[in-house]
């Protein structure tokens, strides 16, 4: 464990990491950037929102295609390129 966190903030950022490696996708945004605990996709500018039938969000600095395989989820843990969005 990390000398410089809590016990309660160490296993908040294990269970953000547990919940990273739930997608490649995140991973990869992860390992080229960093973690950004405790903030989420959800908050930041560069998570795009295409409003269809359903709502469809895509990461601008992950790269948006009209596919599934840039799609993304609001949950994922943010990433060090991670700007907190005016809302």
Partial sequence: MNSCLTRKAHEEVEELKRSFRKSKKIERM??????????KCADCIHLAVN????????CE????TA????DWRISYGACGKFVTSEK
């Fill in 51 to 58: 409003r269809h039938s359903k709502n469809c969000y895509k």
């Fill in 61 to 64: 600095l992950y790269g948006i």
């Fill in 67 to 70: 596919g599934a395989s840039t």
């Fill in 30 to 39: 992860h390992s080229l950037y960093g973690f950004h605990p405790p903030d």
